[in-house]
C-alpha cells in the first residue's frame, strides 16, 4: 500500500489522503490535515479546482478574500476557483481538519508530497519553503497555487525556471 500520511516538521502540521482523485475518477480529492499552531501558507489561489475546509476537531482560521472565517467542529467553507485564501491554526491546540479539492487534483496531491518530502529531508527553511527555487517553482506549478497581487508579477519567472528544471530533471 502507498503511503497516504506525509508530515511537514517544518509548519508543524501533517496531510492523510482520505481519497486520491484516482481513487475518485478524477470527481475529487479529500485530504485530512492536522495542524499545530501555524501561520500555514501565504495568500494564495487556485484555476483548476474549489476547497471545502470542514474541520473536525480544534479551531481552524481561515482568510477568503479579506474576510476570516473562524470555523468550529462541523462547520464549513467553500473556496471557489480563482479565490484567495489562506489557513492557519492561532492556537497550541491541534485542529484536525478535511479539504477537499473539487475536481480532483493530482498535481495537489504531489505538491504535499514533494513539500513534505522536502521539510522532512531539511531541504526548507524553517516556515517550510524550499530552500531551492526550482523545488518551489516546480511545486507551485503542479499544485497550480498562484500568488495575488504584485506576487503574481513572479508567475512567468516561477513556469519558466519549472519548464527548465524538469528539462534538468
Aim: glycine share 8%; charged share 25%.
Amino acid at each position: 500500500m502507498e503511503k497516504r500520511t506525509f508530515a511537514n516538521p517544518a509548519i508543524n502540521d501533517a496531510a492523510t489522503f482520505l481519497k486520491t482523485s484516482e481513487e475518485t475518477n478524477g470527481e475529487y480529492t479529500l485530504i485530512e490535515i492536522e495542524l499545530g499552531k501555524s501561520d500555514g501558507p501565504p495568500l494564495h489561489y487556485h484555476n483548476a479546482f474549489s476547497e471545502t475546509f470542514q474541520v473536525k476537531d480544534g479551531v481552524l482560521y481561515l482568510q477568503v478574500g479579506k474576510k476570516i472565517h473562524i470555523l468550529k467542529v462541523g462547520e464549513s467553507v467553500i473556496v471557489p476557483r480563482g479565490t484567495n485564501h489562506r489557513f492557519y491554526n492561532e492556537s497550541v491546540e491541534k485542529v484536525k481538519f478535511h479539504i477537499t479539492l473539487n475536481p480532483g487534483h493530482t498535481g495537489m496531491e504531489n505538491f504535499i508530497k514533494i513539500f513534505y518530502g522536502l521539510a522532512s529531508d531539511g531541504l526548507t527553511d524553517k516556515k517550510g519553503k524550499p530552500k531551492k527555487f526550482a523545488h518551489l517553482a516546480v511545486a507551485l506549478v503542479i499544485s497550480d497555487s498562484n500568488a495575488p497581487g504584485w506576487m503574481s508579477l513572479l508567475s512567468p519567472v516561477i513556469r519558466s525556471v519549472a519548464r527548465q528544471a524538469k528539462k534538468d530533471g
